[in-house]
């Protein structure tokens, strides 16, 4: 068994401990948020932070894992108030989604231990890779999220999680809630 810490919580793994970290969270603790994207460590979705700092779980086996402290997209925050998901929602730095964890991982360990980063300190600490091009809207959010972090700035963004349907739709007009009278 492989003993460490995920999201606060002890977590023990009966699997292989050459198992890549990524599949244990995947697999074993359910943890999906931290995406599978090349295996090779090159693209860093599957960045998750230990003890601090971001790495990529494809390359770090539970062996390596053991007795450490990992967070993963699911655990930076449940209401996903955390400086760095709402500054990448306020500048739309986020299109298709699946290389968003790994980005938000990297930029949560960068403004912990750097809340006023520059362009190419953010640029070194977020080597991840987007298919989608939103490096630009991304070093904005960045900077952003460490102004909120400094507490320079606020951030009014997306309704939180649970919100009801028409609450939602009331808070984004762009999105309508269900006909309860059509079934859905």
Not at 129 to 156: F, K
Not at 174 to 179: F, Q, Y
Request: with cysteine; aromatic share 4%.
């Amino acid at each position: 068994m492989t003993a460490l810490t995920v999201n606060d919580r002890p977590v023990e793994f009966a699997m292989d401990p050459e198992t890549p970290l990524l599949w244990a969270l995947r697999d074993a603790a359910n943890l999906t948020g931290t995406k599978y994207g090349c295996g090779v460590g090159d693209c860093g979705a599957c960045m998750v932070i230990v003890d601090g700092e971001a790495l990529r779980s494809c390359l770090i086996t539970l062996a390596e894992a053991e007795g450490r402290f990992v967070t993963t997209i699911e655990g930076l925050s449940r209401d996903r108030s955390h400086p760095v998901q709402q500054a990448l929602v306020a500048e739309q730095a986020i299109q298709c989604g699946f290389c968003t964890p790994g980005i938000a991982m990297a930029a949560a360990a960068l403004i912990a231990r750097n809340p006023d980063p520059s362009d190419s300190e953010i640029k070194a600490a977020i080597p991840n890779l987007c298919r989608c091009g939103v490096y630009p809207r991304l070093v904005r959010a960045v900077q952003r999220a460490g102004r909120v972090a400094r507490r320079l700035e606020r951030i009014s963004a997306a309704p939180a999680p649970g919100i009801s349907a028409e609450d939602a739709a009331r808070e984004v007009p762009a999105m309508a809630a269900p006909d309860p009278a059509e079934g859905d």
